[in-house]
């Protein structure tokens, strides 16, 4: 078991700092360069000096050889520090941390949401002995993956919204301003686990032992319950901690259709800015929130598959 | 006989399928002919029928500037269709190229190609392509080369499993054996062999792209304002959501419909069928 631990959380390690190489690579290495965009359009006017352009590049870090630039970002980003926003001047690690909580609301209920739509398609959809149910709700998570995020968000405001009146269209305030962007959010996701979970439940279906729990008196229920979800989270645990991640990406889309503050509008205008540091930060605070999703998916499987955290030798000695 | 009969067979038997390939050809035929399908200009509009609802006459209505919106979308095919299409080149071109390399090369080579591979996969598609947009700068065609490569890990993955099955190959031994070189293995029957998964999940690919492409350009990264595009037509139309809702809905609907099909067509092409 330690040794699973161990192993899983060198893993996590080296994605966090693969994540920070990559976009240092993407970010730092190809052409796009937000000092001479500020410079040329910003209070200094068209007309920076060379001079100008080499002190802002050397305030901002950009003048030293690469691989200094990219030990010098490495160590400071270990110490929580992406350097200063090109656009605002502020912290680019702190713009990011405050805008954490109002989008963590939405996320989190986003989860939620895509499980139990998901889950219950999936359950349902595979425990009804209706065809026409049966294809319909099997149908759903293939249909919700192929709605563009943006405009299902637009189509909720304006149903919800305009028509009905019943909910806020933009805002951060209050539980009925998350209720629209967290919906938009689910869907996808929501559909993929369960794609996963259907897919899993069917093939569980047709295992023997789903067979002989039912000739031992089993209800259809307790079968379907007890016996085959469990045995299909373990597929859909993997999928849900991978997808579960593009939650806080997602946000850039819900964030801007509701106008809402948080890390999603923060990386739009980080991007439009092309303001490097900022952008470089949410990438990272992105691959952390998926290690760790992962890593708490890691710790969930040995609860539902006490065989997964047994290294091969321990299988053996029994 | 059976010529005549299988498309209305197809039809009964399948009518979902029938219908998405309906769907991908009239966007086919908007993109490189738009002028067969409406009469209408997309770029300049008629002011006096501004916001008009949807009507024969304009059937998603008419924009802001009294411009028909079914004109636009219609229009807006070839640069959304482009984008799509450059997008999943550059991942299967790139990501193949990578596959076949860890594939085949194996060693130290795998490693290193398969950990980098990994790393794209934990970061967010539509987080990476943003970060190569930053870079890149914006545009039509830089936001398609960068959802291309936040898409290529999945090619990679399938192609070097497809490499690793063929390798072992009773026909590649027998080319080896008979003293065809590597780089020719590689030609006749490594890639006629592997291509079939890469294909399908080309086409799955396809769907992804239309709507990360779109997802972009409704963030404003993509088509500059007059130029018609899908996700830009969205983002124009947001302003009057109260007053004019087809001018989001049918533009989204597009998009939908397009993914919806492209991933119909997907499942057929992957076997996945009932």
Do not use: C
Request: proline share 5%.
């Amino acid at each position: 078991m330690r040794r699973y631990l161990l192993r899983r959380f060198g893993q996590a390690v080296f994605v966090l700092w693969a994540a920070f190489t990559l976009s240092f690579l993407i970010l730092y290495l190809l052409p796009g360069d937000a000092v001479s965009a500020k410079l040329a359009s910003g209070e200094a006017g068209s007309s920076a000096t060379p001079e100008q352009l080499a002190a802002a590049r050397a305030e901002y870090g950009l003048d030293s050889p690469l691989p200094v630039q990219y030990l010098k970002r490495l160590v400071s980003a270990l110490h929580g520090d992406f350097g200063r926003s090109v656009a605002t001047g502020d912290d680019a690690t702190h713009m990011v941390v405050t805008a954490l909580p109002p989008t963590l609301a939405v996320t989190s209920l986003a989860l939620v949401f895509a499980v139990l739509f998901g889950g219950g398609s999936a359950f349902l959809g595979t425990y009804t002995r209706f065809r026409w149910l049966r294809q319909a709700l099997l149908s759903l998570p293939s249909l919700a993956i192929s709605l563009p995020p943006f405009w299902v968000g637009l189509l909720l405001i304006q149903f919800f919204s305009f028509r009905l009146r019943l909910l806020p269209a933009l805002g951060t305030q209050g539980f009925a301003a998350v209720l629209l962007p967290a919906i938009t959010l689910a869907l996808p996701t929501g559909a993929i686990i369960g794609q996963v979970l259907a897919k899993s439940l069917a093939t569980q279906q047709e295992e023997p032992y789903a067979e002989i729990a039912a000739a031992k008196g089993a209800s259809r229920w307790r079968v379907h319950f007890g016996h085959l979800l469990r045995n299909a989270a373990v597929p859909t645990l993997t999928v849900a901690g991978v997808v579960a991640g593009n939650l806080v990406a997602g946000s850039v889309i819900t964030e801007t259709v509701f106008s809402r503050d948080g890390v999603g509008r923060i990386t739009a205008a980080a991007v439009t800015a092309q303001d490097v540091p900022v952008v470089q930060a949410v990438i990272v605070l992105a691959a952390l929130v998926f290690v760790v999703l992962n890593l708490v998916v890691d710790l969930l499987y040995p609860l539902l598959d006490p065989r997964i955290a047994r290294t091969p030798a321990e299988v053996a000695r029994g | 006989m059976v010529d005549l009969a299988t498309p209305a067979r197809a039809t009964v038997r399948r009518p979902g399928l029938v219908l998405a390939v309906a769907v991908l050809a009239f966007v086919l035929l908007a993109a490189f002919a738009p002028a067969l399908l409406t009469g209408y200009d997309p770029i300049t509009g008629v002011p006096a029928e501004r916001l008009q609802e949807p009507s024969l006459h304009h059937l998603f209505g008419t924009d802001e500037t009294g411009r028909d919106v079914y004109a636009r979308v219609i229009h807006g095919a070839s640069l959304s269709l482009r984008a799509t299409a450059i997008a999943v080149l550059v991942a299967l071109v790139a990501g193949s190229a990578l596959g076949l390399l860890a594939g085949f090369r194996g060693g130290w080579a795998d490693t290193v190609i398969m950990r980098v591979v990994d790393v794209f996969l934990a970061i967010p598609p539509i987080l990476l392509s943003l970060a190569l947009v930053t870079a890149l700068g914006f545009g039509t065609t830089n936001v398609a080369i960068a959802v291309g490569i936040a898409n290529l890990a999945a090619f990679a993955r399938v192609m070097r499993a497809e490499v690793l099955r063929v390798r072992n190959g009773v026909f590649v031994e027998a080319a080896r054996a008979s003293g065809v070189r590597w780089s020719g293995v590689l030609l006749r029957h490594v890639l006629p062999n592997a291509a079939g998964p890469v294909l399908a999940l080309a086409t799955l690919t396809l769907g992804t792209a239309v709507l990360e492409v779109s997802a972009l350009s409704f963030l404003g990264f993509g088509a500059t304002p007059p130029t018609p595009e899908w996700g830009s037509l969205v983002a124009g139309g947001r302003s009057f959501l109260a007053t004019a809702w087809w001018m989001t809905t049918f533009p989204g609907l597009t998009v939908a419909a397009v993914v919806l099909s492209a991933n119909r067509l997907s499942r057929a092409l992957d076997g996945g069928d009932r």
